[in-house]
């Protein structure tokens, strides 16, 4: 019997993370793999790195890895070295030193469990660290990303949503966000997969931690100032546990408002964090064509 823990989506957020290592002390578990997205969206990216590191799990890249790597090569569009809407990622791209850099660009896209190779571990999907599966995405498409793997179970993350799918060709489960969850539920959570080849019991964990200081370290550490909208966005995102800046930069564009700070109190006007970014996204379609000419 194999006990394989899977965490992902941790987004420096170390209290998060120390809470399930403290967590995953008490489980037993035989392996622990990251799946991606150590850093980016908060502003502890450098100690959450060092701390795996320190721990030696192995880990995959995420696309936030790929992109603090580009603000720190200043690999961007000119704007995004000046806008408002990048300040947080600017911000987080300083906070990172030489070592974490240096960490996170040796991320390989993709690994199997040493303990059980027929799991393989990405961010997103074989195709790529930013398609996310959850629940919205149709069997025949998960079944199609089943037979591009080297193995019967893929695990991913990316969403900051569980998801557990017994297909035909093999097994898929999302293991959720550590440090970032979007389904209502600020715990920080991870998977276990429990069992051996072809039989495979899932746990989903949620482990309370100490968030307040995390938001304390927002304004200490002056990720909360400096980071601007970007960061507003993200603090409300920890304290409901559901998406608020992909909403906030789609209504944005959609309803011709600059993404900064001024815009943040018309966007909360007409944004329900309960209802599907899907559902969000429709709405605004629809008000946009009511507003095109005819």
Same mark, same amino acid.
């Given at each position: 019997?194999?006990?394989?823990?899977?965490?992902?989506?941790?987004?420096?957020?170390?209290?998060?993370?120390?809470? /399930?290592?403290?967590?995953?002390?008490? &489980?037993?578990?035989?392996?622990? %793999?990251?799946?991606?997205?150590?850093?980016? &969206?908060?502003?502890?990216? @450098?100690?959450?790195?060092?701390?795996?590191?320190?721990?030696?799990?192995?880990?995959?890249?995420?696309? =936030?890895?790929?992109?603090?790597?580009?603000?720190?090569?200043?690999? /961007?569009?000119?704007?995004?070295?000046?806008?408002?809407?990048?300040?947080? @990622?600017?911000?987080?791209?300083?906070?990172?030193?030489?070592?974490?850099?240096?960490?996170?660009?040796?991320?390989?896209?993709?690994?199997?469990?040493?303990?059980?190779?027929?799991?393989?571990?990405?961010?997103?999907?074989?195709?790529?660290?930013?398609?996310?599966?959850?629940?919205?995405?149709?069997?025949?498409?998960?079944?199609?990303?089943?037979?591009?793997?080297?193995?019967?179970?893929?695990?991913?993350?990316?969403? =900051?949503?569980?998801?557990?799918? !017994?297909?035909?060709?093999?097994?898929?489960?999302?293991?959720?966000?550590?440090?970032?969850?979007?389904?209502?539920?600020?715990?920080? !959570?991870?998977?276990?997969?429990?069992? !051996?080849?072809?039989?495979?019991? %899932?746990?989903?964990?949620?482990?309370?931690?100490?968030? !307040?200081?995390?938001?304390?370290?927002?304004?200490?550490?002056?990720?909360?100032?400096?980071?601007? /909208?970007?960061?507003?966005?993200?603090?409300?995102?920890?304290?409901?546990?559901?998406?608020?800046?992909?909403?906030?930069?789609?209504?944005?564009?959609?309803?011709?408002?600059?993404?900064?700070?001024?815009?943040?109190?018309?966007?909360?006007?007409?944004?329900?964090?309960?209802?599907?970014?899907?559902?969000?996204?429709? &709405?605004?379609?629809?008000?946009?064509?009511?507003?095109?000419?005819?």
């Amino acid at each position: 019997m194999n006990r394989i823990a899977i965490i992902a989506d941790i987004h420096a957020n170390l209290f998060a993370l120390e809470s /399930v290592i403290s967590d995953l002390e008490e &489980r037993d578990v035989d392996e622990v %793999i990251v799946a991606g997205d150590l850093v980016g &969206r908060g502003p502890q990216g @450098s100690d959450v790195v060092h701390r795996i590191d320190e721990l030696q799990w192995p880990c995959v890249r995420g696309n =936030h890895e790929d992109y603090l790597l580009s603000f720190c090569r200043r690999n /961007v569009p000119d704007n995004w070295l000046v806008d408002e809407q990048w300040a947080a @990622s600017r911000w987080m791209a300083r906070e990172l030193d030489e070592e974490a850099i240096e960490f996170i660009d040796a991320l390989p896209f993709s690994l199997h469990s040493k303990r059980c190779p027929e799991i393989q571990v990405f961010h997103g999907s074989p195709n790529s660290h930013t398609e996310g599966l959850g629940h919205w995405t149709p069997d025949d498409r998960l079944e199609e990303l089943l037979e591009l793997i080297d193995g019967s179970v893929l695990v991913c993350a990316h969403t =900051h949503r569980p998801l557990h799918y !017994q297909g035909e060709r093999g097994m898929i489960v999302n293991t959720g966000s550590v440090g970032l969850p979007f389904n209502g539920d600020w715990r920080a !959570q991870y998977t276990i997969l429990e069992g !051996q080849q072809g039989d495979w019991d %899932i746990t989903f964990r949620r482990v309370e931690y100490p968030r !307040q200081r995390l938001l304390d370290h927002y304004e200490q550490s002056g990720f909360l100032e400096e980071g601007k /909208v970007t960061a507003r966005l993200l603090a409300r995102e920890l304290r409901a546990a559901r998406p608020f800046l992909v909403p906030f930069l789609k209504w944005a564009e959609l309803s011709d408002h600059e993404p900064t700070s001024e815009s943040l109190e018309p966007f909360l006007e007409v944004y329900d964090a309960q209802e599907s970014m899907s559902t969000f996204f429709e &709405r605004l379609r629809e008000l946009q064509n009511r507003r095109a000419p005819s």
